[in-house]
């Protein structure tokens, strides 16, 4: 049973629909990248899977049952930190804590004062003195201690340096329980994402553009170097070869490709380019991927790529 | 955590998080406390408004505990956290009853009880204080939980109430229905008041428990919001009249027969002159008076024209003394006659040539018994505390021609059914009447009250007021002669009575004519 | 602090290149037969990867012999097994891969890259016929 289902949501603010007919799942023991652009809505879905904002229309369903019907001890296996989300600047750390223990049955006070040490945080020390890097550590310190089934984060990379990013990292990693948890993670910053998420959903155009394990998703996109072996213009790849993306100049061709399976890669573009010297077929990066998908969902609403 | 466990967790971190303006906030309930109970640091003009602070800081006191979980705002940090928002919002209702409530009506209870207010009358006021202070906190919850910061909060607050205060009091003054009128009460006050307070209280608490539990879209919500405040507003304001009814019959009041005579001066001049006369009744225990009255003239050529007379006395009295005591200047003895000129348009005026065959007299009337309420002796500093009213005699002349003595009058009330008997100037509030009685010579004298200041201020709340006033007291021109010796005032005690509703009543007479 | 070296780079999934560094550290001898291998948690910590990722790793050297788990213990090396010179070899495919196309560009000749493997061993290692350790 998914953890997260989300069915037909539309979400209008005036006349803009940030969200148009979404259609996504997060399933039990994921770590789900939502990746998108700046304003592609990511903060919006977040928002309603938390209950923060009422959808215009469609269904959300939070493990097992429509997220307005959630009991209180449900409610509190799901731990939210969100960049934008305001957390009492006026309290110290351990005010804080002593006003969310309670709230939570599960909440372990050995873990939160493990990850104290570990981010070294003072717990005396009022939230609105501390950095912006202290508070998201403070923050997911919140999170984690009641050692949530589900967590969501919103953003919570942006605007931290290297160091403070690592720490984060590790703070999260090592909180990861034995019982398993969820976590929906969503940014617009690949980074870190490359390597922690097991399943990937791209938002655009108030759309998900595609949703699917990670590994899959490797497997489909390749980066493809094609060295012929002289300068002439090489031919274009043609239909057969989905390409994202296609740099052509004198003597090379470098291209995105989503590959549908079928034939392998490397037998179709050899039978393309019987000249080539070199034929170089290697996993695209993240990055590449989105900024590929992004760039075409912004020159008008993309061809979904969903193997 | 259990629901009501929450509740209490709540409001301790609001205690926590709001410290400084509770702090705030009880210096100004002090302060407002201090001036009514008359310290004299707080006689100080600037003091005046101390109930209005009072309300005000309230309303942002709540605004800014609302504000601090905000039901509206999507990075509200208590919303994403299992807590109930049944919870939330209980926890800040009770605050606001039990602090922001709670510390000023301490105060006034405390005011209340220092000026020997009975329990009664105590619990009224005070109870009547808190329902109106908890309908402008109300109203400020409303506002405040629509809006998501203090800024918007001011902005709206000054917006809103304003609009509909000045649509709720231009249509309040159409004639004359400020506090205890007896001419036909405004449009609006016939309403009845309790179901604003319904709509007010219950529309609002309803809004506010939709806020917080559906996060509905706000643009909707702000009918609704603004409809309850409307409903709020005007059940403060619009207080409670009793309609004109009748109070006691004709028989049970015991109202001797009034003879009324009309009489017409024709003059080749001018137009003719309309006077209504009477033969007044002495009643020496209390005092009657014709209002909203009506003369019906049924004239010669079988037509009816109707003639207002509006308010006219039928009577006098003195205050109630033990047996023998007899009043200078003839004030008892004189059988008071009234005449009134009738105002008369132009048709009626043509009307009145075809002649009157017939007149009869309509309309209300009302009685009043004096009720001595304070007995003081004659001299500067005497002063007399109870039941909420305090009377202090400030000076004492007993030579000078114009002022016998001024007195310090204050009593505390809310609004209350009794009437001046010159009905010149209605005050909400009781009038006394003076006299001087001499025991030992067995004399007594009615005093002239000429002129008054008065200032109404707030017990801590508006709801409870004490109104001040100062009266001159003077000897009427009759007896200007009479008892100037300083022996005859030395022995004398001043009394002060007030004048109670005894009843009202339709009245109708034949009135004769005179030619 | 892991006991062999990996550094992630792009081009390949991250649980190809740690399988292919655990499995050349192993055959190699920089991680000794029943020494202990790090766990799911402390893989994925210390690589900063998903912890299924870290799964499928060592799920992959169990099933592939080099890594075994042991009652109490954890997982550790294999001991008492030696890859095969044709295993080993794999192990090199990549680099010489490389190598071959590399040379192939700039228009060499196979026997001149046999040639230049050939000079550069002897110049580090001296002449050693036998490649077995």
Redesign the interface.
């Known amino acids: 049973m998914p953890v997260i289902e989300v069915s037909n949501l539309t979400y209008r603010y005036g006349k803009v629909a940030a969200l148009r007919d979404l259609d996504f799942a997060v399933p039990q023991?994921a770590?789900y990248a939502l990746l998108g652009p700046n304003g592609s809505g990511k903060t919006t879905l977040l928002q309603i899977l938390m209950g923060l904002r009422r959808p215009s229309a469609g269904r959300v369903r939070l493990m097992g049952e429509d997220s307005s019907a959630l009991t209180l001890r449900e409610r509190a296996t799901i731990g939210y930190i969100a960049e934008g989300q305001a957390l009492p600047g006026w309290m110290r750390l351990e005010q804080l804590e002593a006003y969310l223990a309670p709230l939570y049955p599960t909440w372990d006070a050995a873990l939160a004062s493990d990850l104290r040490r570990r981010f070294g945080l003072d717990p005396r020390r009022k939230i609105q003195t501390l950095s912006r890097g202290e508070q998201m550590k403070a923050a997911l310190l919140c999170a984690l201690a009641p050692r949530p089934r589900l967590l969501i984060m919103d953003e919570p990379f942006t605007g931290m340096d290297a160091l403070v990013k690592?720490e984060l990292?590790?703070g999260l990693?090592?909180s990861?329980g034995s019982e398993g948890w969820t976590v929906l993670l969503a940014s617009h910053d690949i980074g870190?994402l490359e390597?922690?998420?097991?399943r990937v959903g791209f938002l655009a155009g108030g759309r998900m553009q595609l949703s699917e394990p990670?590994?899959a998703l490797?497997e489909r996109f390749k980066?493809v170097e094609i060295?012929m072996g002289d300068d002439t213009e090489p031919v274009a790849l043609g239909a057969a070869l989905a390409a994202l993306s296609v740099e052509r100049s004198a003597g090379r061709v470098s291209a995105l490709i989503a590959h549908a399976g079928g034939m392998p890669l490397d037998a179709a573009l050899r039978a393309r380019f019987p000249g080539a010297?070199?034929i170089e077929v290697?996993?695209a990066?993240l990055r590449e991927i989105f900024v590929a998908l992004a760039k075409r969902a912004a020159s008008g609403g993309g061809r979904e790529v969903a193997a | 955590m259990t629901w009501i466990a929450q509740v209490g967790h709540v409001m301790r971190k609001d205690l926590l998080q709001a410290r400084w303006f509770l702090i705030v906030y009880l210096g100004v309930v002090m302060l407002a406390t201090a001036r009514a109970l008359e310290w004299p640091a707080t006689s100080n003009d600037a003091f005046d408004l101390s109930a209005v602070f009072v309300v005000v800081a309230g309303m942002f006191l709540v605004a800014f505990l609302v504000q601090a979980d905000s039901p509206i705002r999507s990075d509200a940090f208590w919303a994403s956290r299992p807590i109930h928002p049944a919870a939330m919002l209980a926890a800040k209702l009770l605050l606001a009853l039990i602090v922001v409530v709670g510390a000023p009506l301490v105060g006034q209870l405390g005011a209340l009880t220092t000026n020997h207010v009975p329990v009664a009358a105590m619990s009224l006021l005070a109870s009547r204080s808190a329902w109106t202070y908890a309908s402008w906190l109300l109203i400020a919850m409303v506002l405040a939980a629509m809006t998501s910061d203090l800024r918007g909060f001011t902005t709206v607050l000054v917006a809103i109430p304003v609009a509909l205060g000045l649509v709720i009091v231009s249509s309040r003054f159409p004639s004359g229905s400020i506090g205890g009128g007896m001419s036909e009460p405004g449009r609006l006050a016939t309403l009845m008041p309790v179901s604003f307070t319904v709509a007010g209280v219950g529309g609002g608490l309803v809004l506010l428990v939709a806020l917080y539990r559906k996060r509905p879209l706000r643009r909707r919500m702000w009918v609704g919001a603004v409809a309850a405040v409307a409903c709020l507003l005007l059940s403060i304001f619009v207080t409670p009249q009793s309609r004109a009814a009748s109070l006691g019959s004709s028989s049970e009041l015991s109202i001797p027969a009034v003879a009324f005579q009309v009489e017409v001066r024709e003059d080749e001049r001018t137009a003719p002159e309309l006077t209504l006369r009477t033969e007044g009744i002495q009643l020496a225990d209390r005092l009657v008076g014709l209002d909203s009255g009506v003369a019906i003239l049924r004239l010669r050529d079988g037509t009816t024209l109707r003639v207002s007379v509006g308010r006219m006395a039928l009577s006098r009295a003195t205050l109630p003394t033990r047996a023998g005591i007899r009043w200078l200047g003839g004030y008892a003895d004189a059988r008071p006659t009234g005449a009134k000129v009738l105002r008369l348009n132009r048709s009626q005026r043509e009307a009145l040539r075809a002649g009157i065959a017939g007149a009869t007299i309509e309309g209300q009337v009302t009685v009043l018994e004096p009720r001595i309420v304070a007995t003081l002796p004659f001299r500067a500093g005497a002063s007399l505390t109870r039941e909420g009213r305090r009377v202090r005699i400030q000076t004492v002349n007993h030579t000078a021609e114009d002022s016998l003595a001024t007195l310090s009058v204050s009593s505390i009330g809310s609004a209350s059914r009794v009437f001046n008997s010159d009905w010149a100037f209605i005050w909400p509030f009781d009038t006394p009447r003076y006299a001087l009685v001499n025991e030992t010579r067995g004399e007594a004298m009615m005093v002239a009250q000429g002129g008054s200041g008065g200032s109404t201020d707030a017990i801590v709340l508006p709801g409870a007021w004490r109104v001040t006033t100062s009266a001159w007291l003077h000897r009427n021109a009759e007896y200007f002669d009479l008892a100037k010796n300083a022996a005859w005032f030395d022995e004398s005690r001043l009394v002060i009575a007030e004048w109670v509703l005894r009843g009202r009543t339709a009245f109708r007479a034949e009135a004769t004519l005179r030619q | 602090m892991l006991p062999f070296a990996v550094t992630?780079g792009?081009?390949?999934?991250?649980?190809r290149q740690i399988v292919y560094a655990a499995t050349k550290a192993v055959v190699s001898g920089e991680l000794s037969p029943g020494s202990p291998f790090p766990s799911v948690?402390e893989l994925?910590?210390a690589?900063?990867?998903?912890?299924?990722?870290a799964h499928k790793v060592i799920a992959e050297l169990v099933r592939d012999g080099i890594l075994e788990v042991r009652p109490g213990i954890g997982t550790v090396v294999t001991t008492g097994r030696r890859a095969s010179a044709a295993e080993r070899r794999a192990l090199l495919s990549s680099e010489v891969e490389q190598l071959v196309?590399e040379a192939?560009?700039l228009g060499l000749t196979k026997q001149d890259v046999t040639r230049a493997v050939s000079d550069r061993w002897s110049e580090l290692f001296g002449d050693d016929r036998d490649a077995a350790r």
């Open positions: 023991g770590l690592d990292v590790q990693l090592e990861a870190e390597l922690l998420a097991d990670m590994d490797k980066r060295i010297t070199r290697r996993d990066s | 992630l792009p081009g390949e999934s991250p649980y948690r994925s910590q690589l900063k990867i998903n912890p299924n990722t196309v192939k560009r």
